[in-house]
């Protein structure tokens, strides 16, 4: 089944541990990204891959890292997650950048930061 | 500033009506808009993917139109079922920069039985 795919789910965790959250795609598609929803001001794209080895700054980078060695797998990184970091995150992929494609989405991480 | 827009914020209606949920973009320059599903807590399931090519596209009881040219997009909803209840998020994918979805910040659609 074509499917993008998060781990974990659920997280609570303590203010400066740091975390990742996996995502992957099966459906060799090029560009993901990682969005966040919080209440009021929607989904924010935090970052971006156009393919391995490519990434960029969304519109709300600050305080995550990631990395795209493989073309499935995009992980997204809290080195030193803050309170304010506590959010309902999404993966998303899609064939090609710059392509009339449906963008296909993970179920979603709720993080909780203490 | 690439936004989208969309009107109402919440909609309750009773069941078996039809209605139709209102999108509107700044930018005429898309590759396409898709209309997503959100239950509470929950992730997002694609509803209609609409070509900027296209001006319309429909699936089941949902058919979704686009007007770029008036920066406008509509779903509507047939036959309203209280399975239908959840938010419906409008999102584009503008031409350019990193090509990444903007979303709209929902209507959230109640069907009362």
């Known amino acids: 089944e074509a499917q993008v795919t998060q781990n974990p789910r659920y997280l609570i965790t303590v203010t400066g541990k740091k975390l990742t959250v996996t995502c992957s795609q099966n459906?060799?598609?090029?560009?993901m990204s990682w969005y966040r929803q919080d209440p009021g001001l929607g989904l924010r794209q935090i970052y971006y891959s156009m393919n391995v080895e490519v990434t960029d700054k969304g519109d709300v980078p600050e305080g995550y890292k990631v990395s795209r060695k493989e073309k499935r797998n995009f992980p997204l990184i809290l080195e030193s997650p803050s309170p304010n970091q506590t959010s309902l995150y999404f993966c998303a992929s899609t064939p090609k950048r710059g392509r009339d494609n449906e963008q296909f989405f993970g179920p979603g991480t709720r993080l909780t930061v203490l | 500033k690439q936004e989208v827009t969309q009107i109402p914020a919440a909609l309750s209606v009773p069941e078996g009506e039809n209605l139709v949920l209102n999108c509107s973009f700044t930018d005429s320059a898309i590759y396409n808009l898709q209309w997503f599903r959100q239950d509470p807590g929950k992730g997002l399931t694609s509803l209609l993917l609409?070509?900027?090519?296209?001006r319309e596209q429909t699936s089941g009881r949902l058919n979704a139109s686009l007007d770029k040219s008036s920066g406008r997009s509509t779903l509507y909803i047939a036959a309203s079922q209280p399975g239908d209840s959840a938010t419906y998020l409008c999102a584009v994918t503008y031409r350019g920069g990193s090509e990444k979805l903007v979303f709209g910040k929902g209507t959230k659609l109640t069907v009362n039985p």
């Open positions: 459906m060799n598609h090029e560009y």
């Open positions: 609409i070509q900027s090519s296209q």
